[in-house]
């Protein structure tokens, strides 16, 4: 089975061996407080710095999952009000946990075709403005230069930006915003279980401030932690392990980019030659490159799914009210051009010749 699912998604093809590595190394009973673990908390810090371009003055904190992510934002910045710009479910979702944490949250939905280059937001200092740069329920994607933008109109708010769908499959400049944070299920072609949060000087400096401790991972507490190379708790060693395995072969984020940029092409002229299908959102600057969201009727994609399943490819469930008018494809680096190339086969010939 290959799993083209926008996440968990499909892991780098290295894994089996990296896994085996982190047994015989004996990485599985390793003591986070010990001296190998610090080497080698250090060691996948300065890789992901490295790869993805991440500001040497940058800091890189592991939670459990980007969810997590959205608590330690509504619990370590407290009595700030916090302003969500979304337009999915994955935004919605975020915005709903801080209202429920702070009751300071405030909604800015926008359309699905729509750009929200148009919100002239303007928020008090040290409030929080969060943006999910790739909504992966809809496949819409916030351009990175309306985000750098929106910082820019706001210099003394803190943006944050959930790029659980995008993070080490698209580039991303970092500097542009104050917090970035992500799990690894998706575009980093690991298994689920492990978050990454890079926080800005600007976003440490609020955060030590205010010296909010109440949770375990509240972030002034994490970066104490983070500043000796360990966390706050028992981490998962082993996604951590295979974090830093991953990163040591990928290519610069650069590469990568160009890469995904490249077969979303593809993907997108592909999907031109069928009547039975488009893509869901007509709009090429707001679409995803990491995410592909296929429209058709609602018994082609089910008919589309089951045939494919039986051919051994997991497309991913539409999300929400795209339930089951449409599937979706992901577009994430650890997938091989032959499993597209053999997703592709199949699809062509099943849309020209069973609906
Ligand atoms: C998958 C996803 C999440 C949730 O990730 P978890 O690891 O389940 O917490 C959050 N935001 C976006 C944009 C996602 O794609």
Redesign the pocket.
């Known amino acids: 089975m290959i799993s083209f699912y926008?996440?968990p998604s499909r892991v780098d093809e290295h894994l089996p061996q990296y896994m085996s590595d982190a047994y015989a190394q004996g990485i599985l009973s390793i003591n986070h407080r010990s001296a190998d673990f610090m080497e080698m908390f250090r060691r996948v810090t300065s890789l992901l710095k490295e790869r993805l371009e991440i500001p040497a003055s940058y800091s890189v904190l592991f939670t459990?999952?980007?969810?997590?992510?959205?608590e330690i934002l509504s619990q370590s910045f407290t009595g700030v009000s916090s302003y969500h710009m979304y337009n999915g479910a994955?935004?919605e979702?975020?915005y709903t946990y801080a209202q429920r944490l702070t009751s300071v949250a405030t909604a800015f939905p926008f359309g699905l075709e729509e750009q929200i280059t148009a919100v002239e937001l303007r928020t008090p200092p040290g409030s929080l403005i969060c943006i999910?740069?790739?909504?992966?329920?809809n496949g819409t994607q916030v351009m990175p230069t309306t985000i750098a933008s929106i910082k820019q109109k706001n210099p003394d708010a803190l943006v944050a930006v959930?790029?659980?769908?995008s993070l080490g499959g698209i580039y991303l400049p970092i500097s542009a915003a104050d917090i970035w944070f992500?799990?690894v299920?998706?575009c980093l072609g690991l298994p689920?279980g492990l978050?990454v949060m890079i926080c800005s000087p600007q976003a440490v400096a609020q955060a030590l401030a205010s010296n909010t401790r109440t949770h375990y991972n509240s972030l002034a507490s994490m970066l104490d932690m983070m500043e000796a190379a360990q966390t706050t708790y028992t981490p998962n060693v082993l996604a951590i392990y295979l974090l830093m395995r991953v990163m040591e072969s990928r290519s610069s984020i650069h590469a990568v980019n160009q890469m995904i940029r490249h077969r979303y092409t593809e993907w997108v002229n592909f999907m031109k030659g069928f009547s039975n299908v488009s893509l869901l959102i007509e709009q090429e600057s707001v679409r995803s490159s990491t995410?592909l969201l296929v429209k058709a009727s609602e018994n082609n994609v089910a008919e589309i799914k089951r045939a494919a399943k039986e051919e051994g490819f997991v497309l991913g469930e539409g999300y929400g009210q795209w339930k089951s008018s449409t599937f979706r494809i992901a577009n994430f680096p650890a997938i091989l051009d032959h499993e597209i190339n053999a997703l592709k086969r199949f699809l062509s010939s099943f849309l020209t010749d069973n609906l």
């Open positions: 926008p996440g459990s999952s980007a969810t997590e992510c959205w994955f935004g979702r975020w999910t740069q790739n909504e992966t329920s959930d790029v659980t769908s992500a799990s299920q998706k689920a978050g995410v």
